[in-house]
């Protein structure tokens, strides 16, 4: 498979093969920990993504067999949060998660090592999750003096359940892919040589489905626990349906025209 440079970056690679666009990690020296201008050129890659009409679909991964993402870079944690080449603490990891959450195409992880701490969440936050059997899963912060109560606790625990939840964010533990898959956080354990191919076959299956009511279906799957922004979002595609029938052309056709508009004509669906 010839995978294809979409942009040159620093610290991720950022490649398209078939509709599919792989977003990998490239830090493998601190096990695929993030800094902030990881993140900056993840949440580029994600703008990117969702501008091109040719992507379907987003496969996220981390560089090597030992780790998918190992959370905020320890050596840059600074005061009021990790420390960029600016001088300027940032926790930027949280506005990823929110163009993961938003972009109106499906991010499938695929965890090939661990997925620890700021890494961990990162999977969560994905729409699907594929593992590969040396992948190990968990929560470090109140070890490390971090957490993340946003998407990282409340998504998880609808993944996992309150109880299991719970025991992850306190106790620290580490569980294998087979225990995260059996708690409902991982679709599928595959052995690490094939985890790529079965993301691109996952992709390309994806890719053979209606785009439109793939978008409809991730909207409302996280409206349910996103609130008002959720239900914005929602919305806004709702509107943008509404821009492909007549009915909503004919409202500015008649204000072009200066004349009253002719909404009669339009059924009114029972
Ligand atoms: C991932 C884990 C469990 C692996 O353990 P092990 O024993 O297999 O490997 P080792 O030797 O710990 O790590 C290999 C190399 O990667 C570096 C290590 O320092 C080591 O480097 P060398 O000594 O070989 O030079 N490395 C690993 N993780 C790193 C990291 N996060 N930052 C910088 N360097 C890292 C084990 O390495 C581990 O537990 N890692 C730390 C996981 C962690 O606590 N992450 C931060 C959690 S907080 C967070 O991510 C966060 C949040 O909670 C909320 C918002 C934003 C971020």
Redesign the pocket.
């Known amino acids: 498979r010839k995978w294809e440079t979409i942009k040159e970056y620093k610290d991720i690679k950022f490649e398209l093969f078939d509709g599919i666009a792989k977003i990998t990690i490239n830090r493998p020296?601190?096990?695929n920990?993030f800094r902030p201008e990881t993140n900056m050129e993840m949440i580029e890659a994600m703008d990117i993504v969702r501008e091109r009409q040719d992507i379907g679909v987003v496969l996220l991964t981390g560089e090597g067999d030992?780790?998918f993402c190992?959370?905020?870079?320890?050596?840059v944690k600074g005061v009021g949060g990790y420390v960029g080449e600016d001088g300027v603490p940032r926790?930027n990891?949280?506005d990823l998660h929110k163009r993961i959450r938003e972009l109106p195409k499906p991010v499938i992880a695929l965890v090939n090592g661990?997925a620890?701490?700021?890494?961990h969440?990162l999977h969560v936050v994905c729409d699907l999750t594929i593992a590969s059997e040396n992948a190990r899963f968990g929560q470090?912060?109140p070890?490390?003096g971090?957490?993340?109560a946003g998407f990282?606790s409340s998504y998880l625990a609808r993944h996992v359940g309150q109880k299991k939840a719970r025991e992850i964010w306190f106790l620290c533990k580490?569980y294998t892919a087979a225990e995260a898959e059996q708690m409902g956080m991982v679709n599928k354990v595959v052995p690490l040589e094939s985890l790529e191919d079965e993301g691109v076959e996952w992709g390309q299956t994806i890719m053979m489905r209606s785009p439109m009511a793939i978008r409809m279906l991730k909207r409302g799957l996280n409206a349910e626990l996103d609130g008002q922004r959720g239900l914005m979002e929602f919305a806004g595609d709702a509107t943008m349906m509404f821009y492909l029938m007549e009915e909503a052309q004919e409202g500015k056709k008649a204000f072009l025209e200066k004349r009253d508009p002719d909404f009669k004509q339009f059924p009114k669906f029972p």
């Open positions: 020296e601190v096990y920990a030992k780790a190992s959370g905020g870079d320890q050596n926790l990891v949280l661990y620890i701490g700021g890494g969440v470090t912060g070890k490390v971090s957490f993340d990282g580490q």
